[in-house]
């Protein structure tokens, strides 16, 4: 079974930068008979979990929630068995509870957390104003 172990989290002031990393062991993806997708995904208290970001790994495209777009960036290093999430400018409402997760299955509906059959114990982030 496929191990996703989150880290990079910390506590930073608005306008400031983190990069998460999730490394996957278990199993090897980027090829379609592995993982084909892994997603990121944030849940503040009091909130829903919410899709943040997502790769397919077999040819690096690339999904975004609104909110995150031109300040976060999810990359992988197939090699390493690992995805970041480069996050810049973080604001306040950022704050939350990381969490990667990996699907077997493509990205379509890549922001629903059903679709991804692992998933990481999460890694805080918290930004202060």
């Known amino acids: 079974q496929v191990q996703l172990v989150e880290s990079g989290g910390g506590s930073v002031q608005a306008g400031g930068s983190l990069r998460l990393s999730c490394a996957a062991s278990?199993?090897?993806?980027?090829?379609?008979?592995?993982?084909?997708?892994m997603g990121w995904f944030r849940q503040a208290p009091g909130k829903e979990r919410e899709g943040v970001a997502a790769i397919y790994t077999g040819g690096s495209t690339t999904y975004y929630t609104d909110s995150v777009k031109g300040r976060f960036t999810i990359s992988q290093d197939i090699a390493k068995n690992t995805v970041y999430l480069q996050m810049n400018s973080l604001k306040p409402d950022d704050t939350a509870m990381y969490y990667c997760?990996?699907?077997?299955?493509?990205?379509?509906?890549?922001?629903?957390?059903?679709?991804?059959?692992?998933w990481g114990q999460g890694t805080q982030v918290t930004v202060s104003s």
């Open positions: 997760a990996a699907a077997l299955d493509w990205c379509g509906s890549w922001s629903s957390t059903s679709k991804y059959n692992y």
């Open positions: 278990g199993y090897s993806y980027g090829h379609t008979y592995s993982i084909k997708c």
